[in-house]
């Protein structure tokens, strides 16, 4: 038989004892006219009790609160090894951008007020670690930074502004810092060319960028600005790791978990779908294409500019 | 120590708050990860998954809802999105093939015994693949309300769902469970064949 079924709902609210008075009461009248309720009901009790007593003895695997703290003491090591990848060969630059969440504000805006709660979502979504090269000894490395980094005070102020950049006069690196809410940072080797549209963006980024005070030494330096020996103090740099020289590639972090935690800057808790959105917009008016590293919860997607 | 002082423990990343609170919500997260995971392997990494979440989000933890919502919901989260990636790499085997999962809700023993604690084990093997037939949705909501006991409120929470969608999520799944369990007669109408039972399962 077929409970009726405007009732459906409400008679497992009943058998869960939450429907108010009056609900009850109007359940209790129509329970007693309605054999195919009654019986729906029964079976609905019956089986909550089953439900309830179905996982009775059901036990923790032997090893797992081993098992989990050594996982917690494996991520605590991580920490400072974000993934860092080595790409093919060739002759241009490669960016790599990491999605770490507190990077942003340890970069430009200390003392910015809290964002609103839109641009918070973004930021937990969209904001990069830098991506950086040394240049001495006339190779170059990449690296990139993961979330609990601190970013050194030469950082702070040197980073190359945007107008350096985009007009190729960049010195030992250049670097731009921009998309959207200066929300990128980029270095790259000196002789490194912007796509168009990126040009473009740093143009924009200027002004964002100068509000901030970021920018403000970033055509006056003519030395190094970022030593590797400098870098290592707060980042693992693969020893080997360098740029690509054909392609500019990003690279972001892909991890599995939960949309809901996106306001909480927790840039872990970023599916890959969402990655895939947030490097849309960052890379807004380009052309790429991605690969997937594997697709695993802690790999990075390569984005091909 | 209180709910307050272990998650400012946890933000500073004690690790004997850490195992604190394995004890304290490790058999809640691993079974609810079984249930809707339906694997015990799975469940395993899951819950580990979920207490480096843990870790890894403390900092941010508002208090805005109880500790045990919060571990809940990202729990269902990790749930839902290793389901989404094994369909995603078509891993993902039917909820009644495969090599499973649960050992202790499986039947030991295929010959019929009449005796109580065989009925009541059988009971509980027929509940949990029936469970496994219905929608990521509808089995989570089942998992959260009946069989880990939380409230409307909190469940809707952890799925991240207004409490009316999760009421109607709770109402359809165990309708479907009925049926299920009313077409394989054992649940509803006993006593039960337990001959149509073993070959369906076959």
Same mark, same amino acid.
């Given at each position: 038989?077929?409970?009726?079924?405007?009732?459906?709902?409400? &008679?497992?609210?009943?058998?869960?004892?939450?429907?108010? =008075?009056?609900?009850?009461?109007?359940?209790?009248?129509?329970?007693?006219? *309605?054999?195919? *309720?009654?019986?729906?009901?029964?079976?609905?009790?019956? &089986?909550?009790?089953?439900?309830?007593?179905?996982?009775?003895?059901?036990?923790?695997?032997?090893?797992?609160?081993?098992?989990?703290?050594?996982?917690?003491?494996?991520?605590?090591?991580?920490?400072?090894?974000?993934?860092?990848?080595?790409?093919?060969?060739?002759?241009?630059?490669?960016?790599?951008?990491?999605?770490?969440?507190?990077?942003?504000?340890? &970069?430009?805006?200390?003392?910015?007020?809290?964002?609103?709660?839109?641009?918070?979502?973004?930021?937990?979504?969209?904001?990069?670690?830098?991506?950086?090269?040394?240049?001495?000894?006339?190779?170059?490395?990449?690296?990139?930074?993961?979330?609990?980094?601190?970013?050194?005070?030469?950082?702070?102020?040197?980073?190359?502004?945007?107008?350096?950049?985009?007009?190729?006069?960049?010195?030992?690196?250049?670097?731009?810092?921009?998309?959207?809410?200066?929300?990128?940072?980029?270095?790259?080797?000196?002789?490194?060319?912007?796509?168009?549209?990126?040009?473009?963006?740093?143009?924009?980024?200027?002004?964002?960028?100068?509000?901030?005070?970021?920018?403000?030494?970033?055509?006056?330096?003519?030395?190094?600005?970022?030593?590797?020996?400098? &870098?290592?103090?707060?980042?693992?740099?693969?020893?080997?790791?360098?740029?690509?020289?054909?392609?500019?590639?990003?690279?972001?972090?892909?991890?599995?978990?939960?949309?809901?935690?996106? =306001?909480?800057?927790?840039?872990?808790? *970023?599916?890959?779908?969402?990655?895939?959105?947030?490097?849309? =917009?960052?890379?807004?008016?380009?052309?790429?294409?991605?690969?997937?590293?594997?697709?695993?919860?802690?790999?990075?997607?390569?984005?091909?500019? | 120590?209180?709910?307050?002082?272990?998650?400012?423990?946890?933000? $500073?990343?004690?690790?004997?708050?850490?195992?604190?609170?394995?004890? #304290?919500?490790?058999?809640?997260?691993?079974?609810?990860?079984?249930?809707?995971?339906? #694997?015990?392997?799975? $469940?395993?990494? $899951?819950?580990? #998954?979920?207490?480096?979440?843990?870790?890894?989000? %403390? %900092?941010?933890?508002?208090?805005?809802?109880?500790?045990?919502?919060?571990?809940?919901?990202?729990?269902?989260?990790?749930?839902?999105?290793?389901?989404?990636?094994?369909?995603?790499?078509?891993?993902?085997?039917?909820? #009644?093939?495969?090599?499973?999962?649960?050992?202790?809700?499986?039947?030991?023993?295929?010959?019929?015994?009449?005796?109580?604690?065989?009925?009541?084990?059988?009971?509980? %093997?027929?509940?949990?693949?029936?469970?496994?037939?219905?929608?990521?949705?509808?089995?989570?909501?089942?998992?959260?309300?009946?069989?880990?006991?939380?409230?409307?409120?909190?469940? %809707?929470? $952890?799925?991240?769902?207004?409490?009316?969608?999760?009421?109607?999520?709770?109402?359809?799944?165990?309708?479907?469970?009925?049926?299920?369990?009313?077409?394989?007669?054992?649940?509803?109408?006993?006593?039960?064949?337990?001959?149509?039972?073993?070959?369906?399962?076959?």
């Amino acid at each position: 038989m077929t409970a009726c079924s405007q009732y459906i709902e409400k &008679l497992n609210t009943y058998a869960d004892g939450m429907l108010s =008075d009056g609900e009850r009461a109007e359940v209790e009248v129509h329970l007693e006219g *309605c054999a195919a *309720c009654r019986e729906y009901l029964a079976d609905i009790i019956k &089986l909550r009790a089953g439900l309830a007593g179905a996982d009775g003895g059901a036990e923790l695997p032997e090893g797992f609160k081993a098992g989990v703290i050594e996982a917690l003491r494996a991520e605590k090591g991580r920490k400072k090894r974000v993934f860092i990848r080595r790409f093919g060969t060739a002759a241009a630059a490669v960016f790599v951008i990491a999605a770490a969440v507190y990077i942003r504000p340890a &970069l430009f805006d200390k003392n910015e007020a809290a964002p609103s709660s839109a641009q918070s979502i973004r930021m937990a979504n969209e904001t990069y670690s830098a991506a950086a090269t040394a240049e001495a000894a006339g190779e170059n490395r990449v690296v990139c930074g993961k979330e609990d980094m601190q970013l050194p005070s030469f950082i702070d102020n040197p980073v190359k502004g945007p107008a350096a950049a985009a007009a190729g006069g960049a010195d030992e690196i250049n670097g731009g810092a921009e998309a959207d809410n200066d929300e990128i940072v980029m270095c790259g080797p000196e002789d490194m060319v912007l796509p168009s549209v990126m040009q473009a963006e740093h143009a924009d980024g200027t002004a964002a960028e100068a509000e901030n005070g970021a920018a403000e030494k970033a055509d006056s330096d003519a030395g190094p600005l970022i030593t590797r020996e400098a &870098l290592e103090d707060i980042i693992y740099i693969e020893p080997d790791a360098r740029f690509d020289e054909e392609a500019f590639a990003f690279v972001l972090t892909v991890r599995s978990g939960a949309a809901q935690d996106r =306001d909480a800057k927790n840039w872990e808790l *970023c599916t890959q779908s969402e990655a895939e959105a947030v490097m849309r =917009d960052a890379a807004s008016g380009m052309e790429y294409e991605y690969t997937p590293m594997n697709g695993e919860a802690g790999e990075g997607i390569v984005i091909h500019v | 120590m209180d709910e307050l002082e272990l998650i400012r423990k946890l933000k $500073a990343g004690d690790e004997p708050a850490f195992e604190q609170l394995v004890d #304290d919500y490790g058999k809640k997260i691993y079974s609810t990860a079984l249930r809707i995971l339906g #694997d015990a392997d799975a $469940a395993q990494d $899951a819950s580990q #998954d979920v207490f480096l979440k843990i870790y890894g989000a %403390a %900092a941010s933890f508002k208090g805005n809802s109880a500790l045990s919502t919060w571990i809940y919901r990202i729990t269902v989260n990790v749930c839902l999105d290793s389901k989404r990636r094994q369909r995603r790499l078509k891993l993902y085997t039917p909820p #009644d093939g495969g090599e499973d999962e649960d050992p202790q809700a499986r039947l030991p023993d295929p010959s019929p015994r009449p005796d109580e604690a065989y009925e009541s084990r059988e009971t509980r %093997a027929e509940i949990l693949d029936a469970l496994k037939m219905l929608d990521d949705d509808q089995r989570t909501a089942v998992v959260l309300r009946d069989i880990q006991g939380l409230s409307y409120i909190e469940a %809707a929470e $952890a799925m991240g769902c207004a409490e009316g969608t999760f009421k109607s999520r709770l109402s359809r799944a165990r309708g479907n469970l009925r049926e299920i369990l009313s077409e394989r007669g054992n649940f509803f109408a006993r006593p039960a064949s337990k001959s149509v039972k073993e070959g369906e399962r076959s």
